[in-house]
């Protein structure tokens, strides 16, 4: 993985294809995160159970950056997490994956607030 | 040490989504709703806290479970607590999130073990009363 390219969606220079991933168009948003939860899910070679307990703890392990009513959503039993909030904590866990992998190949690091920040905007684009 | 880019790495992940997403805009959305929020600001960080040390779950239905016992057997300690939180624990009807909020802190923070059966109900219902409007003790 190359951490220093950025890589452009395919379609991405029309505006009309801007206006198809603006928040708006929920199903649109909701079906570009599920397909990037299971290109990360299929790459761990995890089964969806497995991958859901990976990404509530990856979730709860970063839970202290989290803003109140976020941390509010992990409370209880892992296996009692509802499944709006598990869909958080499926985004959050893909982009630790992935930040951490970057973070390991160019021996920098990353920050927990900045992974919620983005986990928690893309989240409310599919609701 | 450098910090990784997150935005860059969402990009990169969910394409024109993670792009056209305004982080200022949206980051004062939570805020918002946060302030929004039926349960106090410091009851909420008390939760947050508790739950890493326990499991909150488990602590508020076995708390539930000991006030429903507490005002079956001193049904003259009722009028310590609002009404309709007692018909609702007697009823096992739904709690608000305040109220849930309440029976936890006051059942994690509050415990007394050197007094009287009767001192220490009293003290425990107080407490809860005063937690249940919401203000703390």
């Known amino acids: ?127 | 040490m450098t910090l990784l880019d997150i935005n860059k790495i969402a990009e990169d992940i969910f394409g024109e989504l993670a792009k056209n997403l305004s982080s200022k805009d949206d980051w004062k959305h939570v805020e918002n709703a946060s302030a929004q929020s039926l349960i106090p600001l410091w009851m909420r960080d008390r939760l947050a806290k508790i739950s890493e040390k326990t499991d909150i779950a488990v602590l508020e239905q076995q708390e539930l479970t000991i006030l429903a016992h507490i005002l079956h057997a001193w049904p003259e300690y009722e009028r310590l607590l609002p009404t309709s939180f007692c018909k609702k624990l007697q009823q096992h009807g739904k709690l608000e999130p305040l109220e849930r909020a309440a029976v936890i802190i006051t059942a994690y923070d509050y415990g007394v073990k050197n007094a009287s059966t009767e001192a220490r109900i009293r003290y425990r219902l107080e407490i809860l009363a005063a937690v249940l409007q919401g203000g703390q003790p």
Not at chain 1, 19 to 31: A, C, D, M, V
Not at chain 1, 97 to 120: C, F, H, L, N, P
């Open chain 1, 1 to 127: 993985m190359n951490a220093a390219v950025t890589k452009e969606p395919a379609g991405s220079a029309g505006s009309r294809q801007k206006l198809l991933y603006s928040k708006s168009n929920i199903s649109q948003n909701q079906h570009v995160v599920n397909s990037a939860i299971a290109k990360t899910r299929a790459r761990l070679h995890l089964d969806r159970i497995q991958w859901q307990n990976f990404a509530i703890f990856c979730t709860r392990f970063a839970l202290d950056s989290a803003p109140e009513d976020v941390r509010a959503l992990f409370i209880g039993k892992p296996s009692e997490t509802p499944k709006d909030a598990l869909l958080l904590a499926e985004i959050c866990a893909v982009l630790v994956v992935r930040a951490e992998d970057m973070a390991t190949a160019t021996g920098t690091s990353y920050a927990y607030i900045d992974i919620w920040q983005k986990a928690i905007e893309i989240w409310e684009a599919c609701k």
